[in-house]
């Protein structure tokens, strides 16, 4: 059972030589491949990548020429990938890409019904205030619980991943993707991830109260489309 781990990266040169370190044990066991997505970055990602991946087996890159949103990244690596299981997880350095190993260990006879993804603990007080009222939000609105859903690693099946019709290709893929396994019955595991700061860098989105309140009504609007299929 192969495993694909897709990490979208856009304008990360200053952390990639760290995040390389820290998949440098993933990509070196046997059956797992790591693939940074250069999603449309404008910084030096390409050269940093052609010079670093060669030292790193297992790791591989893709390139999205122009940056179509966060979600559009992760899918281009999801449709690179060789994995019979695949998942994502972020290039900040806030949570670990080894983690991904503690949520492989959920995928036992019946892998295409599992749906895995981390709950992240050390948190600022406000962000979790904030991802509380989100999860309060989306659980009502969705009528399934829908907790901590922007939190990283996020692993399923090939087949599962199969069945998506017309993801999102911004934030809200976290949502679409936690969304059908909650609908298509599979088994949810969560499990504790530590979350801390950013190697180098800031937040592409949580920057200020301005930026959340454009997330907030981003995600309501999908949301609210959500429900609305599944009304029909």
């Given at each position: 059972?192969?495993?694909?781990?897709?990490?979208?990266?856009?304008?990360?040169?200053?952390?990639?030589?760290?995040?390389?370190?820290?998949?440098?044990?993933?990509?070196?066991?046997?059956?797992?491949?790591?693939?940074?997505?250069?999603?449309?970055?404008?910084?030096?990602?390409?050269?940093?990548?052609?010079s670093l991946l060669p030292n790193y087996p297992g790791c591989r890159s893709v390139r999205v020429e122009v940056n179509q949103g966060y979600g559009y990244g992760i899918l281009a690596g999801l449709r690179a990938a060789r994995g019979d299981i695949l998942g994502w997880s972020h290039a900040d350095m806030q949570t670990d890409p080894q983690d991904a190993l503690a949520a492989l260990a959920y995928f036992g006879a019946d892998p295409d019904r599992?749906?895995?993804?981390?709950?992240?603990?050390?948190?600022?007080?406000?962000?979790?205030l904030f991802?509380?009222?989100?999860?309060?939000?989306?659980?009502?609105?969705?009528?399934?619980?829908?907790?901590?859903?922007?939190?990283?690693?996020?692993?399923f099946s090939r087949r599962f991943f199969e069945t998506w019709a017309s993801p999102p290709h911004d934030f809200a893929l976290d949502l679409y993707a936690y969304y059908q396994a909650r609908v298509q019955g599979l088994a949810v595991h969560r499990f504790p991830v530590r979350f801390?700061?950013?190697?180098?860098?800031?937040?592409?989105?949580?920057?200020?109260?301005?930026?959340?309140?454009?997330?907030?009504?981003?995600?309501?609007?999908?949301?609210?489309?959500?429900?609305?299929?599944?009304?029909k």
């Open positions: 059972m192969k495993f694909s781990l897709v990490i979208p990266c856009y304008n990360e040169a200053a952390n990639l030589p760290l995040l390389l370190e820290r998949c440098k044990a993933l990509g070196a066991r046997d059956g797992i491949e790591v693939i940074l997505v250069d999603n449309g970055s404008t910084d030096n990602s390409p050269a940093v990548l052609a599992v749906f895995v993804k981390g709950r992240r603990y050390g948190r600022p007080a406000m962000d979790v991802t509380v009222g989100m999860s309060f939000f989306e659980t009502v609105l969705l009528t399934r619980p829908m907790w901590d859903i922007n939190a990283q690693p996020t692993l801390g700061l950013r190697a180098h860098g800031v937040s592409h989105w949580n920057v200020n109260w301005a930026a959340k309140k454009k997330f907030i009504r981003r995600t309501v609007d999908f949301s609210i489309d959500l429900k609305r299929n599944l009304s």
